[in-house]
Each structure stands twice: as C-alpha cells, then as structure tokens.
C-alpha cells in the first residue's frame, strides 16, 4: 500500500510540451524524467541535462537522483554521484548530471529519459559524543 505526496513542481519556459516525470508501471519507485535539451557526452565526458522543471520538495523530503539501468548497462551512461540529491530548500533548475564510462559519443534528445526521481524521507541526525562505543 503506497500513499502519495504532493509535490509542487514548476515547468520553465524550455520544459515547455515536453512530459513531467512519470512512473512506468504501478510498482516503479523511480519517475522517469526527460531532458529539455539536445546534448552529446563524449567518452569521459559530464553533462549537468536540462529538465526544464523546478520544484518545492515538502519539508521532511528529498528526490533521489538514479541512473537509467539501461542506459548504464547498453552505453555506460550513469549519474556520477548516485544517487544525487536535491534537497527539500532548492528551488532551482533541476539538472541531471550525466556521465559517459561508454567508448562512444551520446546523443541525447530533446524528451529522451535520462534518470529516474525517488521521492524520499529524511531522517536527520543528532551528534551523541561518547567515550566508548558499544
């Protein structure tokens, strides 16, 4: 049993027509979501991809940025730093940094899936300093 979370998400102008994020099929964790621009990662090669989205992830909340498993599987393409996070307090662009471990150039398309979007709880920490642990 699964509930939802309302969260406010807003198109930029160069996200116009394209799809907001989107489960797959009914037990998907991850949304897919496109990019709103045309780009090639060579071999080597970082790309922050445009989504032409931003939005206010509620108080209490991340989105988890994951890899496409087969966009890492047929091109090597990953997100370096997975799973990326944006935090509940970010109002910017949302940008998916994508890398390149294939051997040949990537094209990505205007509308392409370029990573999946993992709504997650937070849990913050508090410091307890001890002498000894058990």
Not at 75 to 97: M, Q
């Amino acid at each position: 049993m699964s509930s939802e979370v309302p969260v406010a998400i807003k198109r930029l102008p160069h996200g116009e027509g394209l799809d907001l994020p989107v489960y797959a099929t009914e037990g998907a964790s991850g949304m897919d979501v496109v990019s709103a621009e045309d780009v090639t990662i060579f071999p080597g090669g970082r790309h922050a991809v445009a989504t032409g989205l931003a939005m206010a992830i509620p108080h209490g909340f991340e989105i988890q940025v994951r890899p496409r498993s087969g966009l890492a599987l047929k091109h090597g393409i990953t997100v370096p730093n997975t799973p990326g996070t944006i935090d509940s307090d970010y109002r910017g662009e949302l940008k998916i940094i994508l890398i390149n471990h294939g051997q040949q150039p990537f094209e990505i398309r205007r509308g392409d899936r370029v990573a999946q979007l993992v709504l997650a709880p937070v849990t913050r920490a508090s410091w307890l300093e001890v002498e000894h642990l058990d």
